[in-house]
């Protein structure tokens, strides 16, 4: 197990229109290896051992 | 799915999946892989350390600290109806697990397995380095025990398992649960229900 993040407070789907927000701080499309990306960025997750 | 037996996340993230896909109208088209990620590839074979004193040494933080931190992801996977205990739990490289799920997964019962191992680990403290609990958890999961061992005494599914892992870090992961639909969309961490339904939905479509 890892670092436990805290729950994402909202969800938002990271889609053609976030990406071509100006400005905005959102994940590009296909940023995971040419996929479609959907969900928060800061969803809880374990990486690096760290889950907390 | 990616996923490592010892991830907390990935227990809770599999529960809203599933509860997903029990609200999904074509969910009966849905195969689901189960595929293999370590989140500590360098912790030693054949060492055994309690979760707590783990985690206190990489953040430097006291046992009651890191027990006050665990006490957050305990009230989310309550939640999922799912009883963590940390308490007693033991960290061990989950190599040879994974490579058990692969024959399970050879065998049809790859969530079976993916299932029984992350509950043995997350909710009954149980270690998961030691070939005797994995036989018999192997035989519960459904798996011919002469087999299981043979497996776990050998080195076969270590391929497998690499390969998962690879494929993970092409595809951008950097943690788990990480799921991918129909090589298209991603979705990465223990995401609301919602999000999941939203993938599903939308690879369909796409299919469609």
Redesign the interface.
Known sequence: ????S???DR?R?QGPEAAAEPGGNEAPLL?????????????????????? | MWSDIVCPWCYIGKRRLEKALAGFEHADEVELVWRSFQLDPAFPKGVREPVYDSLAKKMNATREQVREMTGQVKEVAAQEGLDYEFENAVMVNTFDAHRLTHLARERGLGGEAHERLMRAQLVEARVLDDVDTLVELAEEIGLDTGQARTVLTGDAYTAEVEDDIRTAQQLGATGVPFFVMDRAFGVSGAQPLEVFAAALEKAHTQQA
């Open positions: 197990m890892g670092v436990l805290s729950e994402p969800t789907e940023a995971l290896g040419g996929l479609v990306t959907l969900g928060s960025e800061d969803a809880p997750a374990c990486s690096d051992g760290n889950c907390l």
